[in-house]
């Protein structure tokens, strides 16, 4: 939906939710490091294990990949439902933070 130099913002799909993923549009990838890393994602107050995954799809051709921040402690989230506008922001530490966009 929206990147800056520290924040990302997409809409969640339904499969997101279902998968406890949040979809990586092309235009954010610089954002985040590549797949297959690890990386830390604040919750609230809370830190939990997330990993960047790069996936082979074939939505349209040619088969390409999309990249998804996956991370099994967004299943539950007040934040985390289908249609709901979050926001990925970068830490100052390298980490990362999950916030519901409000409004």
Known sequence: MSVSRSTYRHRLSSEDVRKQRILITKDAWKLFPDPGQ???L?????????????????CVPPE??????ICAALKGQSGFKSNALVVIAKDSDGGYRFVEERG
Request: some cysteine.
């Open 38 to 40: 690890r990386v830390a």
């Open 42 to 58: 604040r919750i609230g107050a809370r830190r939990f294990d997330a990993e960047i995954r790069a996936e082979k799809c074939s």
């Open 64 to 69: 390409h990949e999309h990249y998804h921040l």
